[in-house]
Structure formats: C-alpha cells, structure tokens
C-alpha cells in the first residue's frame, strides 16, 4: 500500500471511538509511524479520556529510538494546544532515552515556570542529559535558576539546589545509551 495512503488510514483510524481498535492501531503505528501519525497520537492523547488508550500512546512515546522523535515531542510540549498533557509529554522525554541537550533552555523554563510535578519531570530530564553543552547556556541557564530561588517554594528550591549541580557537570555521553 502506498505510504501516504497508510499514513491516512491510520490517521483516520485514529478517530474511531473503539478502544479496541484504537489499541490495534497504536500498536500499528510501532512499527510503521511518520511525523505526521505522531502528530495524530499526540492529538488523540491530547482528546481522550479512554485510559488504556491514554495509557498505549504514553507507553508508545516512551519508548521512541529516533533522536528525529524528539523534535515532536518538544514542539507538542510547547504548543499550548496540550497543556493538559504537558506533563506526561515531559515524562516520556526522559523515559525514552532521548537527547535533549538542545533543549536545555527549555527543560530550565518548564522547571521553574510549572507546578512542582511537571517540574520534576522536567528536572529529570535534564539530570538523563548527555552530550556536548555550550558554556555560555549554562552559565546563563543557572543565572536563571539562581533568580528564580528567590521567590522558590521549599520543594521547587530544593530542585534548583540540585539542578544548579547537574548543570555543570552533564556528561557527554549517556550511560543509559550506546550512542
């Protein structure tokens, strides 16, 4: 069958209102998922209160291999879009393994900016960061973490008390990866 043809099946598929079939389809996906199908789980988490298959597309996100699938995942944590499952996009980053060095900024601003939960899966994504990072981010990184004390709940000091540690001292390999 021709790609784009499946990629619009499977989008298609992933507007039915049976768990069953939503399941098969997510399971699917694992072995034949594009762009625009992540988009599509990202958009059906996003809409459904069916937990199982809540549950499946988190298992799925969790457990991505390609660094490409990281782009996703950050533009979906930005989009405002789905706030609502901000918090489980942020837990799947540090769940797959991924690299999100890039993003460091980003990982920063959600730690000190969100509730206490979704900081912590924030923090724990960059305390799984590995690779080369750029001196001057860093130190501006923790500038930031360092201002924002000032004004710090008990638990969210206490992440910056640590974050401001992992910060320099990120590994430049992972020691979860073979990469």
């Given at each position: 069958?021709?790609?784009?043809?499946?990629?619009?099946?499977?989008?298609?598929?992933?507007k039915?209102?049976?768990?069953?079939?939503l399941?098969?389809?997510?399971?699917?996906?694992?072995?034949?998922?594009?762009?625009?199908?992540?988009?599509?789980?990202?958009?059906?988490?996003?809409?459904?209160?069916?937990?199982?298959?809540?549950?499946?597309?988190?298992?799925?996100?969790?457990?991505?291999?390609?660094?490409?699938?990281?782009?996703?995942?950050?533009?979906?944590?930005?989009?405002?879009?789905?706030?609502?499952?901000?918090?489980?996009?942020?837990?799947?980053?540090?769940?797959?393994?991924?690299?999100?060095?890039?993003?460091?900024?980003?990982?920063?601003?959600?730690?000190?900016?969100?509730?206490?939960?979704?900081?912590?899966?924030?923090?724990?994504?960059?305390?799984?960061?590995?690779?080369?990072?750029?001196?001057?981010?860093?130190?501006?990184?923790?500038?930031?973490?360092e201002?924002?004390?000032?004004?710090?709940?008990?638990?969210?000091?206490?992440?910056?008390?640590?974050?401001?540690?992992?910060?320099?001292?990120?590994?430049?390999?992972?020691?979860?990866?073979?990469?």
């Amino acid at each position: 069958m021709d790609s784009d043809l499946k990629t619009k099946e499977i989008l298609n598929n992933l507007k039915s209102l049976d768990s069953e079939f939503l399941i098969e389809t997510i399971e699917q996906i694992r072995e034949s998922g594009n762009r625009q199908i992540m988009e599509g789980l990202v958009d059906l988490l996003h809409t459904t209160i069916d937990l199982e298959v809540r549950s499946s597309i988190l298992a799925l996100l969790s457990e991505l291999k390609h660094q490409e699938s990281a782009l996703l995942l950050i533009e979906a944590i930005k989009n405002e879009k789905y706030l609502n499952v901000r918090k489980d996009l942020i837990c799947c980053c540090w769940q797959n393994g991924l690299n999100y060095i890039d993003q460091v900024s980003l990982f920063v601003d959600l730690t000190i900016t969100e509730s206490f939960q979704t900081a912590f899966e924030a923090f724990t994504v960059i305390e799984h960061m590995y690779g080369k990072s750029d001196d001057l981010v860093i130190l501006q990184e923790c500038k930031k973490i360092e201002a924002a004390y000032q004004n710090a709940t008990k638990e969210k000091a206490y992440l910056y008390n640590e974050l401001l540690t992992i910060l320099k001292d990120i590994p430049e390999k992972s020691q979860f990866r073979n990469d």
